[in-house]
């Protein structure tokens, strides 16, 4: 053989090569074009729409009335059902902690702080260990929302109330 037609042969082969190999591509990508096509799309949640569990407006000067639960109490006069629920509070001016054990949905005042925990939750024995606590923090004197909502002992992070001097966080609930 020439030496022209053995190089007309090795050029042949490596186009017949690449050839094959953009066939074997542009196959696997229409099987994974067709895998998508069948893959389908969950519906955008409008957040509007969505109704929150805790999130009603609560009347500052009338805590009392708003929960009417029957509540039992023992000898010494002290609520048998009552939850209790603990965070702790950071001044961060003067680098002061406190912790703080708060009867659920019941008022209590720190400082200029008005904090109303309504509701605690411990996971259970087979999940992952987890507090939340769900609060409702007012300012004291002009009435106005500072909070709303789980903190969760975790992953504290997460949902953190945004106040310049006071940062709250969950230690546990019993």
């Known amino acids: 053989m020439s030496a022209l037609r053995k190089e007309t042969m090795i050029i042949l082969n490596g186009y017949h090569n690449n050839l094959s190999k953009f066939i074997f591509i542009f196959f696997i990508s229409l099987i994974f074009v067709s895998y998508a096509e069948e893959i389908k799309v969950a519906p955008l949640i409008n957040l509007d729409e969505i109704e929150p569990t805790y999130d009603e407006e609560l009347i500052l000067d009338n805590f009392e009335n708003q929960y009417t639960e029957s509540k039992q109490k023992d000898a010494a006069g002290n609520d048998v059902n009552a939850k209790i629920a603990e965070i702790s509070i950071l001044n ?10 708060l009867t659920l949905k019941e008022d209590y005042l720190y400082q200029e702080l008005k904090i109303h925990p309504i509701d605690c939750h411990l996971s259970g024995p087979y999940e992952k260990s987890e507090i939340g606590i769900y609060l409702n923090i007012h300012h004291k004197d002009s009435k106005e929302k500072i909070f709303n909502g789980w903190m969760l002992k975790s992953l504290p992070s997460i949902s953190s109330m945004e106040h310049p001097i006071y940062d709250i966080w969950v230690e546990d609930c019993f």
Not at 92 to 101: A, G, L, P, R, Y
């Open 92 to 101: 961060k001016i003067t680098t002061n902690v406190d912790t703080i054990k």
